[in-house]
């Protein structure tokens, strides 16, 4: 697993890239809007279902997103790896007695 930053860096990253997982990203702000809107299938009225198909909304959305988010990390990642140097730099230098600053 990554660290947090790189996630939310990748996570950024994925919302700024237009080739990425459209679909997905218009799926959540949909959602969003519908759980905003005053209009639903189910009222609010009705106290436990009205939140209920809110809350399905957001998490059809939600888990869309989190799948195409980790294709979309999948695929970077592959390319991040081709573009890393595949040599290790030494720990030491040797320098012949010369001081080197």
């Known amino acids: ?10 996570t950024l990253r994925f919302f700024l890239n237009p080739k990425a ?8 702000v949909l ?8 209009l639903d299938l189910v009222p609010d ?7 209920l198909d809110d809350l399905v909304a957001l998490l059809g959305a939600g888990t869309g997103l989190l799948l195409s988010l980790r294709r ?15 040599y290790v730099a030494p720990a030491v230098v040797e320098t ?3 001081e080197v600053r």
């Not at 997982?21 to 959540?28: H, Q």
């Not at 959602?31 to 005053?38: E, F, K």
């Not at 009225?45 to 939140?51: D, M």
């Not at 979309?72 to 595949?86: V, W």
Request: charged share 15%; proline share 6%; net charge positive.
């Open 1 to 10: 697993m990554q660290r947090p930053a790189t996630d939310l860096a990748t």
């Open 21 to 28: 997982g459209f679909f997905a990203k218009l799926f959540l």
């Open 31 to 38: 959602a969003v809007l519908y759980v905003i809107m005053p």
């Open 45 to 51: 009225v009705v106290v436990i279902v009205g939140w």
């Open 72 to 86: 979309y990390q999948r695929d970077q990642g592959g390319a991040l790896q081709a573009r890393r140097p595949n």
């Open 96 to 98: 012949q007695g010369t």
